[in-house]
């Protein structure tokens, strides 16, 4: 590979794109990368989503198809070349079909390699664009995009399944985890000696999902009534939002608001990314009752943080743990939610810092897959199945 051309996210005070070029930057250079990373521009300076759940919706559209102007420029000059790659952040690129019109119609020695790396989109049941009807186009866009990429960057082995089944047909990869800086998100506590011991922590736990359906918070506050009804102990409950407290399911945000006024749960909303870590940071374990959760940033960053993680055992979550049976419960098993979250509140788990280690490897596994050193990960072929029970990487077992 002769240069990478990075076309990043823009950035969201609330989301881990205010982050994710830095991270990538951090491992291109100790990788020796030669990197452009293609510009874009933002509809206004407010850092914020405001229409929409994941990106915002205007702002989303605006800075892809400001950045896809920029690439198609560089491309126009002959900047770009067959030894080259681009590499999106995001396989829905607004103004991404230029690059098919384009290439089918330059010599073969100025297309580059295409990766894309997919964070959902219509190949998931539970995705927000099934919520909102768009599943009928996005599938289509879906296959367009199949038509002309190098590969297609998986977070997990069942993520590859989907796609699978879905029919696509450019070569899938495995990246096993979300691109994630683990030496960063230290930084903004000022450095791992300032990770508070689990033992000084109150018993505190913590939601940080979208409210919305998808994520199940419901489910979380029948956690928290039956805790209130039968726990001995006085546990604080908490929700982290980098915005403004709001969802698809209006009525979750308004039954939130009535337990916080019960004093069951307390609000932390419009916290900046710095907040957001020193509350991880004084909270013993973090919640996830997702359907829709590709790995998840949250996991990494209480990992990090000195957090104990308690998520289902579901789609991406036996990978992303390791097949770890104290810290995944029975989907949708409220009983035993209940049960492992007072383990995990008592004690740090002896395999913290594990998650993050392995999920501060996944930029590494792009690099190679995009140097042709990964092939490792590619799913091509009928076996694809044969590595979902895999554990990833290596963590300690105690039987008691």
């Not at 009535?258 to 004084?282: C, F, P, Q, T, V």
Request: glycine fraction near 6%; charged fraction near 25%.
């Amino acid at each position: 590979m002769r240069k990478l051309y990075y076309m990043g996210l823009e950035s969201y005070e609330a989301r881990y794109t205010l982050q994710l070029t830095e991270w990538n930057r951090r491992v291109f250079d100790a990788r020796g990368l030669d990197v452009v990373y293609v510009p874009g521009t933002t509809i206004d300076n407010t850092q914020s989503i405001s229409v929409g759940q994941v990106l915002d919706a205007h702002g989303r559209s605006y800075f892809s198809m400001s950045q896809m102007m920029n690439l198609v420029q560089l491309m126009k000059n002959g900047e770009v070349t067959a030894e080259d790659v681009i590499y999106f952040e995001d396989m829905f690129q607004p103004g991404i079909e230029s690059l098919p019109y384009i290439m089918d119609q330059i010599p073969a020695e100025q297309r580059p390699r295409i990766y894309v790396r997919c964070l959902a989109q219509a190949i998931d049941p539970d995705d927000f664009v099934h919520v909102w009807g768009m599943a009928g186009w996005m599938s289509t866009y879906e296959k367009m995009v199949n038509h002309f990429v190098t590969g297609v960057l998986a977070t997990n082995e069942e993520m590859v399944a989907h796609m699978r089944i879905a029919g696509w047909t450019a070569p899938i990869y495995n990246i096993s985890g979300l691109a994630f800086g683990k030496e960063e998100v230290l930084e903004r506590i000022g450095g791992v000696d300032n990770i508070r011991p689990f033992a000084d922590r109150p018993s505190r736990v913590g939601f940080a999902a979208r409210f919305d359906q998808e994520k199940q918070p419901g489910f979380f506050m029948d956690l928290i009534d039956m805790f209130h009804e039968q726990y001995p102990v006085v546990v604080e409950f908490c929700i982290y939002s980098g915005g403004p407290l709001r969802s698809n399911n209006p009525e979750y945000v308004t039954r939130a608001r009535e337990m916080e006024a019960a004093g069951k749960l307390k609000i932390y909303d419009n916290i900046s990314k710095n907040e957001y870590y020193a509350h991880l940071n004084n909270t013993r374990v973090l919640f996830n009752c997702a359907l829709q959760d590709w790995v998840s940033n949250t996991v990494s960053e209480a990992d990090t943080l000195g957090c104990n993680a308690l998520y289902p055992a579901y789609r991406s979550f036996p990978e992303t743990f390791s097949n770890d049976p104290n810290r995944l419960y029975v989907p949708w098993s409220i009983d035993d939610a209940y049960h492992k979250m007072q383990n995990l509140l008592r004690e740090p788990h002896h395999n913290m810092g594990l998650i993050s280690d392995w999920n501060n490897g996944t930029i590494d596994r792009v690099i190679d897959i995009i140097e042709g050193t990964g092939e490792q990960w590619n799913r091509a072929g009928s076996r694809y199945r044969d590595h979902v029970a895999e554990s990833k990487y290596h963590v300690v077992k105690i039987e008691k």
